[in-house]
C-alpha cells in the first residue's frame, strides 16, 4: 500500500507531500490542474519509462519519494532481499532528476537501479488507464492472469519441475550422443593407447624408484668393493681375530693381576657385540650391493620405456597411472556407449511423458478458468453497458516451456457477430476503461498488497452507467488499496477519501496543489463536476445526493 508520496521541484510542482489511506482514494480537479503530473511523478520514482523534462523551471532537480506498506508475504520482500536490501515493513523508494538528465535512486537510503527499481514497482503498484501498455493491455501478462484466477499454482509448480526434469534428460541424452560420436573418432587410437599401457601397467611414484634403483645399480660396482674390503677387515681374519686373541691374553692374566684387567676385558666384551652388529650390517650391505648383471638393463629399459610413454602423452610419469585408468574409462563406456545411450532416451521419454501430463493438467485447469472468466466477465459488462460486447479468452497451442504449452490472449468482440480482436486493437478509448474495469474486478484475488491506479478509466460515461464503474472501484478497494484520477461526479462520490488537484498562478508562476477535501468541501467539488465553473445550488443539491447514494450503499 501506498502510503506517502512527496514531490519536490517536479514539472509545476514546488512542494507537495501526500499521505494516502486504505480504500478508495479519489484525485479531482479541472483539466490541466495537474492530476496526470502526481501519476508522472510516481512513475518516475518507481523507475517507469515517462517524459524526460520532469525538472521544474528554475531548480537544479527534481525529487521524488514514496513510501510503501508491506506485509508479511509480499513478493517486494523477496526481490529487496534478493538484491541485498534490508527487508522490513516499509520501504522507502526515492529518485532524483538532475537538470542535464541524470538520474540517481535510492531503495531505503541505498543506491540502487533502475533494472531492480522496476522490479521491485512491478509487485507495488497497478497502473490502468487507456494507455494500460503496462497492465491488463499487454498479452504477455495474459498467461500468467489466467494461472492467478485459476488458482493454478500447485499445477504451475508440478509443470515447472517437469520440464525441469526434461530438460536435464534431453541435455544428458544430447551429450552422451555428442560424447559417443568424439570417442568413435578416436576409437583406434583409444585401444592401442590402453593396450600399451595395460602392458606397462604404470605405478604412481614407479619412476622415481627405478631412478634411484638404476643409480644405486651404476655405482654398486665401486660401492661393493669397498664395503667387502669392510667386511674382510671386520671377519675372523681381521679386526675379530685381532680382539678374539687380546681378550684371550688379558684372560689369562688376569688370575695374577687381582682385578686390574677386569675393566679391560669389559671393554673388549662390548667391543665384540659392537663388532658382531657392524658385521651383520656390513654382510646385509654386501647382498644389498649384489644384483645380476642383466637387472641394470631390465631397470632402465622400464624407467626409459615409461619416460616415453609419459613424453607421447603429454603428461608426467606418475601420472600414467591415472591416464590408464580414464582411457580405459573411456574405452569401456565406448563399448557399452549404445546401452547407455538407450537408457538415457528412455528416460528422456519418460520425462516428456510426464511433462506432457503435466502440461495437460495445467491446460485443462486453464480452460475451465478460461471458461469461468469469459461468464463472469459477461456479468461484469452488462451494467458498464458493454453487454453486447463478448469478451473471450483465447487459449492456443505454444511453444513448450515451464509454463506449459499454452498461449493466452484476452479477446473481445464489441458486437455479436463481430470478430475478436486484442483488446487494444478493438475497443475504443470509453469501452476500452471499461474492459478493463471489468477484468480488474474479475481478477482481483491477484492484487493483494498492490496500489491500484485508475487513470480517467471512467471517461467517456455518466450516469448509471458512470455509478456502476464507481462501484466496481469500490468493491476493488475492499481490503485493499485503489487511487483514481477521475472527472466523473459519481465515482468522485464513492470516494472514502478525497483530495483535489488545483492549479494556482503566483508572480507569473503556476504552481499545482493537491488539498484533501473536508466533507463540505467534498459537496462543493463534485457540485462544481457536475454544473462547472458555476455552482449552483441545484448541482449542490444533486452532489449531496450523490453522497447520500454512497452513505446508503
Same mark, same amino acid.
Given at each position: 500500500?501506498?502510503?506517502?508520496?512527496?514531490?519536490?521541484?517536479?514539472?509545476?510542482?514546488?512542494?507537495?507531500?501526500?499521505?494516502?489511506?486504505?480504500?478508495?482514494?479519489?484525485?479531482?480537479?479541472?483539466?490541466?490542474?495537474?492530476?496526470?503530473?502526481?501519476?508522472?511523478?510516481?512513475?518516475?520514482?518507481? $523507475?517507469?519509462?515517462?517524459?524526460?523534462?520532469?525538472?521544474?523551471?528554475?531548480?537544479?532537480?527534481?525529487?521524488?519519494?514514496?513510501?510503501?506498506?508491506?506485509?508479511?508475504?509480499?513478493?517486494?520482500?523477496?526481490?529487496?532481499?534478493?538484491?541485498?536490501?534490508?527487508?522490513?515493513?516499509?520501504?522507502?523508494?526515492?529518485?532524483?532528476?538532475?537538470?542535464?538528465?541524470?538520474?540517481?535512486?535510492?531503495?531505503?537510503?541505498?543506491?540502487?537501479?533502475?533494472?531492480?527499481?522496476?522490479?521491485?514497482?512491478?509487485?507495488?503498484?497497478?497502473?490502468?488507464?487507456?494507455?494500460?501498455?503496462?497492465?491488463?493491455?499487454?498479452?504477455? $501478462?495474459?498467461?500468467?492472469?489466467? /494461472?492467478?484466477?485459476?488458482?493454478?499454482?500447485?499445477?504451475?509448480?508440478?509443470?515447472?519441475?517437469?520440464?525441469?526434469?526434461?530438460?536435464?534428460?534431453?541435455?544428458?541424452?544430447?551429450?552422451?550422443?555428442?560424447?559417443?560420436?568424439?570417442?568413435?573418432?578416436?576409437?583406434?587410437?583409444?585401444?592401442?593407447?590402453?593396450?600399451?599401457? =595395460?602392458? &606397462?601397467?604404470?605405478?604412481?611414484?614407479?619412476?622415481?624408484?627405478? /631412478?634411484?634403483?638404476?643409480?644405486?645399480?651404476?655405482?654398486?660396482?665401486?660401492?661393493?668393493?669397498?664395503?667387502?674390503?669392510?667386511?674382510?677387515?671386520?671377519?675372523?681374519?681381521?679386526?675379530?681375530?685381532?680382539?678374539?686373541?687380546?681378550?684371550?691374553?688379558?684372560?689369562?692374566?688376569?688370575? $695374577?693381576?687381582? %682385578?686390574?684387567?677386569?675393566?679391560?676385558?669389559?671393554?673388549?666384551?662390548?667391543?665384540?657385540?659392537? &663388532?658382531? /652388529?657392524?658385521?651383520?650390517?656390513?654382510?646385509?650391505?654386501?647382498?644389498?650391493?649384489?644384483?645380476?648383471?642383466?637387472?641394470?638393463?631390465?631397470?632402465?629399459?622400464?624407467?626409459?620405456?615409461?619416460?616415453?610413454?609419459?613424453?607421447?602423452?603429454?603428461?608426467?610419469?606418475? =601420472?600414467?597411472? +591415472?591416464?590408464?585408468?580414464?582411457?580405459?574409462?573411456?574405452?569401456?563406456?565406448? =563399448?557399452?556407449?549404445?546401452?547407455?545411450?538407450?537408457? *538415457?532416451?528412455?528416460?528422456?521419454?519418460?520425462?516428456?511423458?510426464?511433462?506432457?501430463?503435466?502440461?495437460?493438467?495445467?491446460?485443462? *485447469?486453464?480452460?475451465?478458468?478460461?471458461?469461468?472468466?469469459?461468464?463472469?466477465?459477461?456479468?461484469?459488462?452488462?451494467?458498464?453497458?458493454?453487454?453486447?460486447?463478448?469478451? #473471450?479468452?483465447?487459449?492456443?497451442?505454444?511453444?513448450?516451456?515451464?509454463?506449459?504449452?499454452? +498461449?493466452?490472449?484476452?479477446?473481445?468482440?464489441?458486437?455479436?457477430?463481430?470478430? %475478436? $480482436?486484442?483488446? %487494444?486493437?478493438?475497443?475504443?478509448?470509453?469501452?476500452? %476503461?471499461?474492459?478493463?474495469?471489468?477484468?480488474?474486478?474479475?481478477?482481483?484475488?491477484?492484487?493483494?498488497?498492490?496500489?491500484?491506479?485508475?487513470?480517467?478509466?471512467?471517461?467517456?460515461?455518466?450516469?448509471?452507467?458512470?455509478?456502476?464503474?464507481?462501484?466496481?472501484?469500490?468493491?476493488?478497494?475492499?481490503?485493499?488499496?485503489?487511487?483514481?484520477?477521475?472527472?466523473?461526479? #459519481?465515482?468522485?462520490?464513492?470516494?472514502?477519501?478525497?483530495?483535489?488537484?488545483?492549479?494556482?498562478?503566483?508572480?507569473?508562476?503556476?504552481?499545482?496543489?493537491?488539498?484533501?477535501?473536508?466533507?463540505?468541501?467534498?459537496?462543493?467539488?463534485?457540485?462544481?463536476?457536475?454544473?462547472?465553473?458555476?455552482?449552483?445550488?441545484?448541482?449542490?443539491?444533486?452532489?449531496?445526493?450523490?453522497?447520500?447514494?454512497?452513505?446508503?450503499?
Amino acid at each position: 500500500m501506498l502510503l506517502s508520496l512527496d514531490i519536490r521541484d517536479v514539472l509545476i510542482i514546488d512542494r507537495l507531500e501526500l499521505r494516502f489511506q486504505p480504500g478508495l482514494n479519489v484525485l479531482t480537479g479541472e483539466t490541466g490542474a495537474g492530476k496526470s503530473i502526481l501519476l508522472d511523478a510516481l512513475g518516475f520514482v518507481l $523507475g517507469w519509462r515517462g517524459r524526460a523534462d520532469l525538472v521544474r523551471q528554475g531548480a537544479d532537480q527534481g525529487e521524488v519519494v514514496a513510501e510503501f506498506a508491506l506485509f508479511p508475504d509480499h513478493p517486494a520482500r523477496a526481490i529487496l532481499a534478493e538484491a541485498g536490501f534490508a527487508v522490513e515493513d516499509t520501504v522507502l523508494l526515492r529518485r532524483i532528476n538532475s537538470r542535464d538528465g541524470r538520474k540517481t535512486a535510492w531503495i531505503n537510503d541505498r543506491r540502487a537501479s533502475g533494472e531492480v527499481l522496476r522490479a521491485l514497482s512491478e509487485t507495488l503498484v497497478e497502473l490502468h488507464g487507456q494507455q494500460d501498455d503496462r497492465g491488463l493491455l499487454n498479452p504477455r $501478462g495474459h498467461r500468467s492472469l489466467l /494461472d492467478v484466477y485459476a488458482a493454478a499454482e500447485t499445477a504451475l509448480s508440478e509443470c515447472r519441475a517437469a520440464w525441469t526434469a526434461l530438460r536435464r534428460a534431453r541435455i544428458a541424452h544430447t551429450e552422451e550422443i555428442t560424447r559417443l560420436k568424439e570417442m568413435t573418432a578416436e576409437e583406434d587410437f583409444l585401444r592401442h593407447a590402453v593396450a600399451e599401457l =595395460d602392458a &606397462l601397467a604404470p605405478e604412481a611414484g614407479e619412476e622415481a624408484r627405478l /631412478d634411484s634403483q638404476r643409480r644405486h645399480m651404476q655405482a654398486a660396482g665401486k660401492l661393493r668393493a669397498d664395503v667387502a674390503r669392510a667386511q674382510a677387515a671386520l671377519s675372523e681374519e681381521g679386526a675379530e681375530r685381532l680382539l678374539m686373541d687380546a681378550m684371550r691374553w688379558l684372560e689369562g692374566a688376569a688370575e $695374577g693381576l687381582d %682385578s686390574q684387567l677386569d675393566a679391560p676385558i669389559e671393554a673388549l666384551t662390548r667391543a665384540l657385540d659392537a &663388532l658382531g /652388529d657392524a658385521q651383520q650390517g656390513v654382510d646385509a650391505a654386501v647382498d644389498a650391493l649384489h644384483f645380476h648383471p642383466g637387472d641394470l638393463e631390465t631397470v632402465e629399459e622400464r624407467l626409459f620405456t615409461l619416460r616415453g610413454l609419459a613424453r607421447k602423452h603429454g603428461c608426467l610419469p606418475d =601420472d600414467l597411472a +591415472s591416464l590408464s585408468a580414464d582411457l580405459s574409462a573411456r574405452l569401456n563406456r565406448l =563399448d557399452n556407449g549404445a546401452r547407455e545411450i538407450a537408457a *538415457l532416451a528412455q528416460a528422456e521419454a519418460a520425462a516428456q511423458t510426464t511433462y506432457t501430463q503435466k502440461a495437460a493438467a495445467l491446460s485443462a *485447469l486453464r480452460r475451465t478458468a478460461a471458461g469461468q472468466l469469459d461468464s463472469e466477465m459477461a456479468r461484469e459488462l452488462a451494467p458498464l453497458k458493454l453487454e453486447r460486447a463478448v469478451f #473471450q479468452t483465447a487459449i492456443t497451442a505454444g511453444e513448450p516451456g515451464p509454463d506449459g504449452c499454452d +498461449s493466452v490472449s484476452f479477446e473481445i468482440a464489441t458486437n455479436p457477430g463481430a470478430p %475478436s $480482436g486484442p483488446l %487494444s486493437r478493438i475497443a475504443s478509448g470509453g469501452e476500452l %476503461s471499461r474492459f478493463l474495469l471489468a477484468l480488474k474486478v474479475c481478477l482481483a484475488r491477484g492484487s493483494a498488497g498492490v496500489t491500484m491506479i485508475f487513470d480517467e478509466i471512467d471517461r467517456g460515461v455518466g450516469g448509471a452507467t458512470a455509478d456502476a464503474v464507481g462501484r466496481r472501484l469500490l468493491a476493488l478497494a475492499d481490503g485493499a488499496q485503489v487511487l483514481v484520477v477521475t472527472h466523473s461526479p #459519481q465515482v468522485a462520490a464513492l470516494g472514502q477519501h478525497h483530495w483535489r488537484v488545483e492549479k494556482r498562478v503566483s508572480a507569473d508562476i503556476t504552481v499545482s496543489r493537491v488539498v484533501p477535501l473536508s466533507a463540505d468541501a467534498r459537496i462543493e467539488e463534485i457540485a462544481r463536476m457536475i454544473s462547472g465553473d458555476t455552482i449552483t445550488d441545484t448541482a449542490r443539491a444533486a452532489a449531496q445526493d450523490l453522497l447520500g447514494l454512497r452513505a446508503a450503499g
